[in-house]
Each structure stands twice: as C-alpha cells, then as structure tokens.
C-alpha cells in the first residue's frame, strides 16, 4: 500500500480511535475502516503525486473522486464493496472537515454506485434441522459430535452469530433461561434459549473430556483450546453436501432461518430485530422481503390460474 503524510495518518488513527471509543465500533469494522480510507489516501498520493497532507486534501476534487472510484472498480472491486469504502471515506472526511475546517463537498457529493440488496438465503424447516442432525454425524468422537450439534442448535435456536455463540463462557453453563448476549458494538442483549438449546449444550458438556473454567471459553476445540470457527464452517460443508444443500447453507444462513421462521410463524418484526440485535430495523426488514418471495412462489406453483 502507497505510504501516506504523518499528519494523515495520525488523523485516520485518531478518527478510528473515536469511533472505537465513543462509537462502540466492532473491532472487525475498525479494520475495516482502516484499510478502506488508507487505501483511498494511498490511491490519492499515488494520483496527485505528493502525500497527502491534511493540506492536500482540501485539494480533493470532482474529478479526483471519480478517478478513484474508477481505479477500484478497474480492480474488480463490486458497487456493494466500493460503496462501503465510499462510506467510510464520507464519515472520515466529514470528521476531519469539523476539526480541521477542510473543505470537503467533492467527497460528500460523490455518488455511490447503484446495487441490488442481497435478500438473506435461510433454509427450510426441515432443512435447517436435518442440518443440526447430519453435523453430529461428521465427527466419530462423542463428545466433538455433541459439541457441534450444540453449537448449530444455538445459532439456529437462539440466532446467534458464529461468533456470540463461541464467545460464551463456561460461567454460562448450564444454560439460563435468558442469555445475555454481547454482539456487535459491544451491545447487549437478551435472547431467550430454546430447551431443544439447553440439552444441546449439556450433552456437550456432560461428554466433554477438557475442565471447564468459568472464564474460558463454553466451546473447546480437541485440545482444549478455544473452539475455532472453520471448524463449525466445515462441519457443515459436509452436511450440506450429504443432503444436497447449496454452498448458501452456512453458519450464518442458520441464523437467517432463524429469523425467517420466526416471522413466518407471526412473530413481530421489532420483537425479531430485538432477538437479532440489528441496531436498525430496515435491516430486519429483509427479512419480510424473504417470506414474500416465497409466497409469491408458493402462489405461482399452487394458484389453478398461475
């Protein structure tokens, strides 16, 4: 990556460390955000030949901006991708506009590339539990069968992410009622677990040969350490081509089912962003745009007219 001016970077680096702080950001989104604005003030460097001082910056124009957009996408980048780097270079340059008085309307006026929202791809019912039950089958060790069975029942019953879900402690064993769960942002929320969830969990945990701390982590990989996730990832590549599942059938899309059922059994769409832990509701809401698509083909299969 084309080095950037001190004054730049110590401005990205402080930028980010308000949004860690006062934000709450994810740490994965601070990397992310990171490598998007110093990529677009490397590029910047690169064509306007001279680092890119908080001076040089003021010099950013119309033109500028369209060169840089045009480079990403020369590099394949998607419009979903470089509208999410175009986002986080508006919320950096709109920060350092109010601290340091840079002009900066040619980057707030560019215009991010039109694209399609990619609608949640959940399973079927019956998909979603022959997933939990084929997982146990990948492993011929008991207790690694139980443990990955617990694992998908939770994102599947609770719609958990992988990474709430592997983030739970042993304090958290036997499972309660109501967790509390520490998702994105560090916000909290509460969830209930499902009893189908409890068992799960503590079959694994009754069949477990490693000791369980209070502080360590509920899921454990062979030799103790922490569980990681690729292991679930491929527990599950498995499954889904045992059962002739697409590639969509992930950890995630459990999660997506989850969510899907929920609201196609009548549950309230605030009361399933709540569960999920979407910080906005437009976010749930594909999930309605999900169990109309499927009405829709169900009515165009079963209709006498369709």
């Known amino acids: 990556m084309t080095p950037v001016s001190p004054a730049a970077s110590d401005a990205l680096a402080r930028w980010l460390e308000t949004r860690r702080a006062l934000e709450g950001t994810a740490e994965n989104t601070i990397e992310a955000y990171r490598g998007d604005v110093a990529g677009f003030l490397g590029f910047m460097t690169r064509h306007m030949g001279e680092p890119q001082g908080l001076g040089a910056l003021r010099r950013i ?31 950096f340059m709109r920060w350092l506009a109010e601290r340091e008085g840079i002009e900066v309307t040619a980057v707030l006026s560019a215009r991010a590339p039109r694209f399609t929202n990619k609608l949640p791809r959940p399973l079927a019912e019956d998909a979603a539990r022959a997933m939990i039950d084929h997982v146990e089958l990948q492993s011929e060790t008991p207790w690694v069968a139980a443990r990955d069975a617990a694992v998908v029942t939770l994102l599947y ?32 929320r ?43 990832q491929g527990a599950m590549a498995k499954a889904r081509m045992q059962l002739g599942l697409p590639a969509s059938a992930t950890p995630h899309a459990m999660r997506h089912s989850f969510a899907t ?7 309230d769409l605030r009361a399933i962003q709540e569960l999920l832990g979407h910080a906005s509701l437009s976010t749930t809401q594909a999930y309605t745009a999900v169990d109309t698509a499927r009405l829709m083909e169900v009515y165009e299969k079963a209709h006498p007219r369709a």
């Open 61 to 91: 124009g119309v033109a500028d901006m369209r060169a840089w957009m045009a480079d990403a996408r020369a590099e394949g980048l998607t419009a979903r991708s470089l509208a999410r780097k175009l986002s986080a270079v508006k919320s």
């Open 157 to 188: 019953g609770c719609g958990l992410r992988i990474s709430e879900a592997l983030g739970l402690k042993g304090a958290d064993s036997p499972l309660p009622g109501v967790l509390r769960i520490r998702g994105k942002g560090g916000k909290e």
């Open 190 to 232: 509460p969830v209930p677990v499902i009893g189908a969830a409890r068992d799960a969990v503590a079959e694994y945990v009754r069949l477990c040969p490693h000791v369980l701390t209070p502080d360590g982590p509920l899921f454990l990989g062979v030799r103790g350490g922490p569980l990681s996730p690729r292991l679930i």
């Open 261 to 267: 059922h929920l609201l196609a059994a009548g549950g």
